[in-house]
């Protein structure tokens, strides 16, 4: 019986320790929010940004996970990253602002609007805390679930534009292809599913739309980083 | 030069204004019209029905592999400027899809803007666990991809053979005018 009470406290103190560990989140307020501009990527050697372009291209779309806070920066170079400094992907460090801007970020793919051609298509996005299957993804606009692999979902707003929502937990899923969906309406959990293996816990959300020049036209991943700004203040502000 | 072309992009005025492109229907050779002898070099059949009826209210020339018209794990999704498709293979999803629309124009006369874009049009991707080509035919867009369940070995979402084949196997089944 002894032995019974003894588990019982040293599973509750692992447990107390646990959480205490876990980092805190930021009181979401857009007082407390900041970022960096547009196109200065952290750390400074994860890749050349597209350094004074701070148009919003998808102005008006709602930020794409449900709740704040949540914190745009690096994955592969972030704490615990892939190329980043020694430590857990769940340091408090990756769950704190000031944003980082990762579109253009280094990676081996062409990438037209990057300023060496090649680059990270969209923007990674870690929810409020390290937790996979907690924090939902929704939809950024009204729209249509088009396409559905094996860890992405593809929304086509009514604009046109297409927005990819990458690592969501597949049986999480609340659309189906073909699905009509309202602005807000929820897509599925925030996760690392990466088909059968696993990436880091995160969203990556990147846009598509077509640029036109005189008669020439290309459908094109575009900077989103500025137009996520602008939204999670709306969010912050109570007015997603 | 680099530079010199960054700062030209980034001096590019964008406009936020949406709207339909003209699709070029000349030298459209649809699946549809062609005769039986045109098929059989093509190593196709007709356009089941099914399929047919999906794409009846697409107004743009819809491309479609053609060895897989009558796979049974289609699906499509589709409107008047748009369609996409997935169609489910073993352990790996081919997706396709066509637009006709745009959501800025760049009121520039660059041709340095125009060059960098350009040059995205038709190249193979092989980027984190798929690939993915898109290309510009007829005036409109289109995109293929190909993603995998086990995207780190699984061989047609570690180099651009997988895709290539595909794309060579795309054809015109229909389409509006």
């Known amino acids: 019986m002894k032995l019974v009470v003894k588990i019982s406290i040293l599973i509750l103190a692992t447990l107390f320790f646990v959480a205490c560990d876990e980092p805190k989140p930021n009181k979401p307020s857009v007082s407390n929010f900041t970022y960096t501009k547009a196109g200065y990527l952290f750390p400074t050697n994860s890749g050349k940004g597209r350094v004074g372009d701070n148009h919003i291209y998808a102005k008006n779309i709602r930020f794409p996970i449900e709740k704040a806070p949540a914190y745009i920066n690096s994955q592969v170079y972030g704490v615990g990253g892939y190329l980043g400094a020694n430590g857990s992907l769940c340091d408090k460090r990756n769950y704190q602002y000031p944003w980082h801007d990762n579109y253009c970020e280094k990676r081996r793919w062409g990438m037209p609007l990057c300023p060496t051609g090649k680059g990270h298509q969209g923007v990674d996005i870690r929810a409020a805390s390290c937790h996979k299957d907690k924090y939902y993804a929704v939809a950024v606009e009204k729209g249509i679930i088009t396409k559905i692999g094996s860890y992405s979902v593809y929304l086509r707003g009514t604009t046109g534009r297409t927005y990819r929502y990458l690592h969501l937990s597949k049986n999480s899923l609340k659309v189906r292809i073909g699905q009509r969906v309202s602005r807000g309406q929820k897509i599925g959990l925030v996760s690392n599913n990466m088909g059968s293996t696993h990436t880091s816990i995160h969203l990556h959300f990147d846009v598509k739309e077509t640029l036109l020049i005189g008669n020439y036209s290309q459908r094109v991943y575009i900077p989103i980083y500025t137009s996520l700004v602008d939204s999670y203040k709306k969010l912050l502000r109570g007015r997603p | ?177």
């Open chain 2, 1 to 177: 030069m680099k530079h010199i072309l960054v700062k030209l992009l980034l001096l590019s005025t964008l406009v936020n204004a949406s709207g339909v492109l003209n699709v070029d229907w000349s030298g459209v050779k649809s699946l549809e019209t062609s005769n039986s002898n045109k098929r059989r070099s093509l190593g196709v059949s007709t356009v089941p029905k099914e399929l047919k009826e999906k794409i009846s209210n697409i107004e743009m020339p819809v491309y479609f592999p053609k060895d897989k018209m009558k796979s049974k794990n289609i699906s499509i999704v589709t409107d008047t400027n748009f369609y996409a498709v997935t169609i489910k293979l073993d352990k790996a999803y081919l997706m396709l899809s066509g637009d006709k629309t745009y959501q800025a124009e760049i009121t520039t006369s660059q041709a340095d803007m125009k060059k960098a874009i350009e040059s995205y049009d038709g190249k193979f991707i092989v980027s984190e666990g798929s690939v993915n080509i898109d290309f510009r035919r007829h005036g409109v867009n289109y995109m293929l991809t190909v993603e995998c369940d086990k995207p780190q070995t699984d061989k047609r979402c570690k180099n651009a053979s997988f895709l290539k084949k595909e794309y060579k196997k795309l054809v015109v089944i229909g389409g509006k005018r």
